[in-house]
């Protein structure tokens, strides 16, 4: 090797070793700033975002939220099980089927869609992770009940779409007051299924709010409205939230007028539930 070569050799890695020992000392005087947690508004927003897509991707959920609804949509538009109510009313067969399925919506969505992520939530202690976050109990259950109205609105169009496309004809009052309805009706049934889901196992929590929506899709006043029942059951059950929901929404589209008593109703179960479950609600099994 030239003694030049070797001079320049020497002196680029001195000129190296400078700058490496400049960088040192830069990073060393920099100060340490520690990593920030978003806003609590943007945390909200974000699970909520996260809650929603989780509930789209199952198929389970989907085909209970979405499947589900507008198979009955079907069933009550070509069967006849609703004329006679629609006759007593003076409306057409899709005018009485759509209050109903929307009300099914609600079920879906509040009660067994959130009961059921929330149980197994629960199981495998996510719940008891993310209360210990900066997202903490709160913004957990805030993300939750945006979930549940993102896919209302989702259940919403879908619903009045398939509708539109058989005959169903609202007028945009109606509507504007329905979704109000709707609301107050997915705060009631999400208190109830959070309460389910926060103080038995999942498992139990799954069987349960599957077969309340069964039952209470048929026999609760949801898609057959309580005159299609003996008297003495409709007195019984008018006191139910699905009952309630169900008038409300028959209320607005049908009759036109907002029905105070199904709606004290709804938010007196409302009060109740939301209270109870704040209380009996357990993070971890």
């Known amino acids: 090797m030239s003694p030049t070569a070797s001079t320049d ?33 943007v945390r909200v927003i974000e699970q909520g975002r996260y809650e929603t897509m989780a509930m789209l991707r199952n198929g389970e959920q989907l085909m209970l939220n979405i499947i589900f609804p507008v198979m009955a949509l079907l069933g009550l538009r070509f069967t006849g099980l609703i004329d006679d109510y629609a006759h007593s009313v003076g409306v057409s067969r899709m005018d009485a089927a759509v209050p109903g399925v929307l009300a099914l919506c609600v079920i879906s969505t509040a009660l067994s869609g959130q009961g059921i992520a929330t149980g197994f939530d629960r199981r495998y202690g996510v719940l008891r992770f993310l209360a210990t976050t900066p997202l903490g109990r709160n913004g957990l259950i805030l993300g939750k009940c945006i979930a549940v109205v993102v896919v209302l609105i989702i259940q919403f169009v879908l619903v009045g779409v398939v509708g539109y496309g058989l005959g169903w004809r609202p007028d945009a009052i109606a509507l504007s007051r329905a979704f109000l309805t709707l609301l107050l009706g997915a705060a009631a049934f999400t208190a109830l299924g959070l309460l389910i889901a926060g103080t038995v196992r999942a498992e139990a929590t799954l069987a349960i709010v599957n077969i309340a929506w069964v039952v209470l899709a048929g026999a609760g006043g949801v898609l057959f409205p309580l005159s299609s029942f003996p008297d003495w059951y409709g007195a019984i059950v008018s006191w139910f939230p699905s009952a309630a929901l169900g008038e409300a929404l028959r209320g607005n589209f049908i009759h036109h007028q907002w029905m105070a008593d199904p709606h004290w109703v709804l938010t007196v179960w409302t009060v109740i539930l939301g209270l109870i479950t704040s209380r009996k609600f357990k993070w971890s099994d």
């Open 9 to 41: 050799r020497e002196q680029s890695t001195s000129a190296a070793a400078d700058t490496s020992a400049r960088g040192v000392a830069i990073d060393e005087d920099e100060e340490y700033i520690p990593p920030r947690a978003n806003y609590p508004l």
